[in-house]
């Protein structure tokens, strides 16, 4: 069944698919700011060598440019994470070597390659992935240093990327702590706004949501959908004879009921008051009959303790299948509707079809 609340995989999948839609709407403002200043900052190389300003230029504009790649969302495949690392890797490694070819140039600018670890902390906060982007260029420091530095200089070179490391990795993981409690926070807003408050189902305007968004696909692609309306009978003696409390514990328990006899697919909305509406995508009349039959038996065999005594009830249901008459899922709700309140003039604790209903040869979902 579709919930927002979900387990705890799904959620992780969820939050790294968040973060992810961050930096990809990052990366097209992050890209070419990089760029820019990586090419200015041949100004800095003038002042230190002139006569290797032509040559570190050049790199500069080439990495600059290939570091570009990482903002062309709609040709690469390429993740999130992935574009995020190769545009560190490109900027990063052109600062690198470019220091690397001026005359102390290392030295010099070790402070802005090592900072270069912040800004990388706050746009990927999840620490595995910030160190596979990190590594690549900062081996390569270690590498140029130790060919370019004397024995002191470059162990206080390594010492200082040591020291990086941590701090950075500090500043990604409380980065990645404020993402995550937002992200806890927004799920659980959302799930107050799409879930009825007292069952656990679906509210009703989540359901109409996702109802319309299934039958508009079943109607594109000629494919079947059912409803089944169903309707607590005489709910008004359950409360007058066992009190709301009891009445509240009978609702929940229908729910539960319900969700023991859908599919992984279908879903079930409160539309008010002891109504509810279970959504059946893919199925026909024969498989929607039928699993409306399953949920009314099931409802029939809970026995709910209460201080009047044990609380049993009944259900009546109505079905309707999606066919051309119905023009979306007004139409669609109407007619299980009526047919509800068919099954509830025709005795109560009975399903009722709408008419007509196609004859949908139904898929083994049920």
């Not at 032509?54 to 440019?65: D, H, K, Y």
């Not at 570091?67 to 690392?85: D, K, N, T």
């Not at 000629?222 to 607590?232: N, S, T």
Request: aromatic letters at 6%; a positive charge; proline letters at 6%.
């Amino acid at each position: 069944m579709r919930r927002l609340l979900l387990p705890l995989p799904e959620m992780q999948a969820e939050f790294d698919a968040q973060v992810d839609r961050g930096i990809a709407h990052l990366l097209p403002v992050l890209g070419p700011v990089c760029g820019v200043f990586l090419v200015l900052f041949a100004a800095w190389d003038a002042w230190l060598d002139p006569a290797q300003v032509f040559l570190t230029l050049r790199i500069r504009v080439a990495m600059a440019l290939l570091g570009a790649l990482a903002c062309a969302q709609g040709r690469l495949r390429w993740g999130a994470s992935w574009r995020v690392a190769w545009l560190y890797a490109t900027q990063a490694g052109a600062i690198i070597v470019c220091s690397a070819l001026l005359p102390q140039g290392l030295l010099l600018a070790l402070p802005g390659i090592t900072g270069a670890l912040f800004l990388l902390a706050l746009v990927e906060p999840r620490p595995r992935r910030f160190a596979l982007a990190a590594l690549p260029p900062s081996l390569l420091l270690a590498v140029l240093a130790g060919l370019e530095l004397p024995l002191p200089l470059f162990l206080d070179t390594v010492l200082l990327l040591a020291f990086s490391w941590p701090l950075a990795l500090g500043v990604a993981l409380a980065n990645l702590h404020l993402r995550r409690r937002a992200f806890v926070a927004e799920q659980a807003v959302l799930h107050a706004v799409r879930h009825d408050s007292l069952s656990g189902a679906l509210s009703r305007g989540y359901v109409t949501e996702l109802a319309m968004h299934d039958v508009a696909l079943a109607q594109r692609h000629g494919r079947p959908l059912a409803v089944a309306m169903l309707d607590i009978d005489h709910f008004k003696r359950v409360n007058d004879t066992y009190g709301h409390a009891a009445g509240d514990r009978a609702l929940c328990a229908l729910v539960a009921a319900c969700r023991t006899r859908l599919r992984a697919s279908d879903y079930i909305g409160r539309i008010g008051g002891e109504e509810f509406v279970c959504v059946m995508p893919e199925a026909g009349a024969a498989d929607a009959v039928a699993c409306a039959e399953r949920i009314r038996n099931e409802v029939a065999k809970l026995c709910l303790p209460a201080e009047a005594g044990p609380l049993r009830f009944t259900v009546s249901l109505g079905v309707a299948v999606l066919c051309p008459e119905h023009a979306g899922w007004a139409d669609l709700l109407r007619a299980a509707d009526a047919a509800m309140y068919e099954a509830k003039r025709s005795g109560r604790n009975r399903t009722v079809l709408a008419h007509p209903a196609p004859v949908h040869p139904g898929p083994d979902g049920y």
